[in-house]
């Protein structure tokens, strides 16, 4: 899904956020968009019941919209094999503009890293005597020809035939564990096979002769031919050894693709390093991050549904794109770079604005993104009880319930008793499934809602549901709660509130009397009876 624009509702997901984000994808997709809708956590048991009532699947959980390492343009497919010779590591980091490269086996595990300060201390201070590396790196590095191949791989001691002949034939032993370097000395080319050596390497693109190379077939001699003399030969000869000769048993700083960006630049802050390896969770090495070089940064596109505050959405919303809104509450404290299409309707709730963008663009509605839309208009409306309710979320229900074939009243009924069943839930679940935060000057207010068609089942518990809604305000630090169990039956809600701000909120309620549990009657809204009276009493202190 990384190319994808992710459509999401508010942090507690509740029916009208999930139908609005899936009915919007699926008409961005019908127009050639690519849009994912998610969810930010756990459904709600109402939310569940109208999934599977019109068989659609569950969106995906999103944790958050921070920026990984998976966002940023590092250097992907950066690496060389273990096996490959130090000349082709080299070139590989002269070709990217790099200073270091990762290794990997043949597998892509990463199995260390190696830098051009390691490749120098080899050119200056390596082994120029021994050599273990295979016959393909050789005809690479020295720009060779294959004449005789017996072996992949060479192991041998370097011997550069610079002697007169009749000194190497008189002083020098030679034998299968040696690699002479030699130009056309026929004498010593022929003193090489007879002992069998491991290589011989013919610098000069010379010719061997027919009668040494049935000798060499016949005692195993590898043999390689090179156009470059005896200097340039020797002097490259030990690039071809395995990259890995280089490799150290230090510990490696290695970054996993789906790390955080800021959690990665503290690092290396305290690191002090500029190469490191990406691998995803296998340890399969992807390419290589430098820290300097981070400048192309893929913010996750995302459209709001449902929501405009920041607190209420997505953890790392800063670090995304914003491509668009729509919403049906106030206008929050969001803000954008770029101007973006922002559509915020006077509604009881975002499906019926979802609804008239389809009607707008003249795109078919299939029965079950009809039957998914109607679903968020009676959830939010509360089956155009609330006070939020406007004449269009009927027309638009009445049309949505007749594409899906539905009596709205039937259908309601049930929907409403799946969500408002209580079993199995845990009271701190029944408290935050559908809890808002709301940052008002320097407080933040939180208001549980609980819709309910049994409100004495909350009510004969009231006093252990306080002890945790104190418990779960003091933790979280909010300055003010209280719970709304509206009562769709009775037509209005009961209160429970946090005893240390029980002043504050009769006075903000406008209350004669306040007591917990208290019936407050027509109150169905927390957007617009609830919240609206809060904001005002905090800020006209």
Known sequence: MKDTTYIFGHRRPDTDSVAASIALSYLKNTRGHNTTPVILDHLNKE???????????????????????????????????????????????IKQSITGIPIVNKRQQL???????????????????????????????????????????????????????????????????????????????????????????????????????????KNNVNIISTPLDTFHTTKMIGLSSYVKSLLTR??????????????FMELSSKQGYNNYPVVNSKNKCLGLIRVTDIKEINRKKVILVDH?????????????????????????????????????????????????????TNTEIPMDMAGLMLSGIISDTLKFTSPTTTERDKATAIDLARIAELDIDTYATRMFKAGTRLDGKTIEEVITTDMKIFPIDKEKVAVSQVITLNSEEILDKKEDYLRVFEDILRDRRYTMGLMCLTDIIANGSYILYDPSNEERIKEALGLKEIYQGIYLEGILSRKKQIIPKLMSYIKGR
């Open 47 to 93: 939310t569940e019941f109208v999934l599977d009532y019109f068989n659609i699947k569950e969106p995906e959980f999103l944790n958050d919209v921070k920026l990984r390492i998976e966002d940023i343009d590092y250097y992907k497919e950066c690496f060389v094999e273990d096996t490959d010779s130090i000349k082709k590591a080299y070139e590989e980091i």
């Open 111 to 217: 199995l260390g890293l190696i830098t051009m300060k390691m490749i120098a201390h080899e050119l200056i201070s390596g082994d120029f005597t021994n050599l273990t590396t295979s016959y393909d790196n050789l005809l690479e590095t020295l720009e060779g020809k294959e004449v005789l191949r017996f072996d992949d791989e060479i192991h041998g001691e370097i011997y550069a035939a610079a002697f007169r002949s009749t000194t190497i034939l008189n002083s020098v032993e030679l034998n299968n564990n040696h690699i002479v370097i030699v130009g056309d000395r026929h004498s010593v080319i022929e003193y090489a096979i007879e002992n069998k050596v491991k290589l011989l390497i013919i610098v000069g693109g010379r010719e061997i002769k027919p009668k040494h190379l049935e000798m060499a077939k």
């Open 250 to 263: 230090a510990r490696i700083e290695r970054i996993k693709d789906t790390d955080y960006l800021d959690s």
């Open 308 to 360: 405009n505050e920041m607190d209420q959405s997505a953890i790392g919303l800063k670090e995304a794109e914003i491509v668009e809104i729509v919403d049906h509450h106030k206008i929050g404290d969001l803000s954008t770079n770029v101007p973006i299409n922002f559509r915020n309707m006077n509604v009881g709730s975002t499906s019926t604005i979802i609804y008239n963008m389809y009607l707008e």
